[in-house]
């Protein structure tokens, strides 16, 4: 079956500007989560959906990042006033309900000049 | 929430030479173990996990890892490395259900020819 998609695969904006990246999960998965990983740095936690629970954001770096997940499948990443701090390469994952492997996308490659 | 440490963020290694990546998480409950690589320019994707059962797992190239609770490691191993096994590794440990996966910061293996 399809596997998680990312879209774009490559965004490029300038300073100030908002941006929205889509996730789209593998079909009933239930969980969703949102990584960063600049370059040469690992895997750095953004948010994490659960069914219709409370999302946990405690990985956000600040409240111009946001995200959503509409319907417990499609999730946006929103970046308002990009910084070229925040380009970097944002990974999207989904898991079975309880399950605990994750299935990644490849990713979308933001740069922010 | 899990704790995990890779305590090697770069492994040089000669081709065809045994290599070892170090990863301790902390926890006092049951876990649930997971590898993910992540070759050049590519996704993150699963090499091994443990779940239950035997204590050794085994990946279809040539790694493995040994679940040891007594010293909260789960380390990985190869007898001998291939240039294409030259990736990023991720230990992942989880403590089941519904929480949080954590990731550690990774360890870059590069094999020498």
């Known amino acids: 079956g399809a596997g998680v998609s990312q879209s774009p695969s490559n965004k490029v904006t300038e300073k100030g500007k908002d941006v929205e990246l889509r996730c789209d999960p593998i079909?009933?998965?239930?969980?969703l989560y949102w990584y960063r990983q600049s370059l040469g740095q690992g895997l750095e936690f953004l948010i994490y959906?659960?069914?219709?629970?409370?999302?946990?954001k405690s990985g956000l770096p600040s409240d111009r990042f946001s995200a959503e997940r509409t319907g417990g499948s499609v999730s946006t990443l929103t970046i308002q006033r990009t910084q070229q701090e925040d380009s970097a390469v944002y990974l999207c994952?989904?898991?079975?309900?309880?399950?605990?492997?994750?299935?990644f996308g490849p990713g979308t490659r933001l740069t922010v000049t | 929430a899990q704790s995990v440490t890779q305590l090697d963020s770069q492994v040089p290694v000669f081709e065809e030479a045994p290599v070892e990546l170090r990863c301790n998480y902390s926890?006092?409950?049951?876990?649930?173990l997971f590898w993910y690589v992540q070759y050049p320019n590519q996704g993150l994707q699963l090499l091994l996990k443990?779940?239950?059962?035997?204590?050794l797992v085994e990946s279809i190239n040539g790694f493995e890892a040994e679940f040891n609770k007594s010293q909260t490691s789960f380390h990985l191993r190869k007898p001998s490395v291939h240039i294409s096994d030259t990736a990023e590794y991720f230990c992942?440990?989880?403590?089941?259900?519904?929480?949080?996966?954590?990731f550690g910061t990774g360890t870059k293996l590069q094999v020498i020819p």
């Open positions: 079909s009933g998965h239930t969980a």
């Open positions: 926890s006092s409950v049951s876990v649930y």
């Open positions: 959906f659960q069914g219709n629970s409370a999302p946990d």
């Open positions: 443990y779940l239950s059962g035997s204590t």
């Open positions: 992942a440990p989880s403590s089941g259900g519904y929480q949080k996966v954590t």
């Open positions: 994952a989904s898991t079975i309900a309880g399950g605990q492997q994750q299935y």
